[in-house]
């Protein structure tokens, strides 16, 4: 399988080859505040399985291992490395694939840094686009 991906601009994009070894919800707070929101998607690869096919990312230092690959035209974050935690790995963020419904996720990760209200988020009423008015 192949799955491609890019950012919101379309100035970075990428291929990634073969299965992924996992897909998972991360609940951490770095991942909350680099990507402003209450949870972040992450599909991990193998580092050869993945491929830059056009532009390349900026890279942030996010911590002492972890390195935050973004856009740097748009901000999309796209990729994440840690080589102490992960070696040899890197992260896809999920968000960004072309069809993203092609890899459903198949864990909850960091938990005990997730939001309490994220816990009953699945009960939250739901709309197709918006709430109605009034």
Known sequence: MI?????????????AHGEAITHA????GDCRRHAGAPMVGWTMYPEGAVKVTAGAPKIYNSSE?????????????????????LPGIID??????DDPELLPARVHIQTA??????VHAHELPAFERYPPQG
């Open 3 to 15: 799955m491609k991906g890019g950012c919101h601009c379309g100035a970075v994009r990428y291929e």
């Open 65 to 85: 291992n972890g390195r935050r690959h973004f856009c740097d035209a748009c901000g999309t974050g796209v990729f994440y490395t840690n080589t102490a935690v």
């Open 113 to 118: 840094e997730r939001l309490c209200w994220m």
């Open 25 to 28: 919800l991360c609940h951490c």
């Open 92 to 97: 896809i963020q999920s968000g960004t694939y």
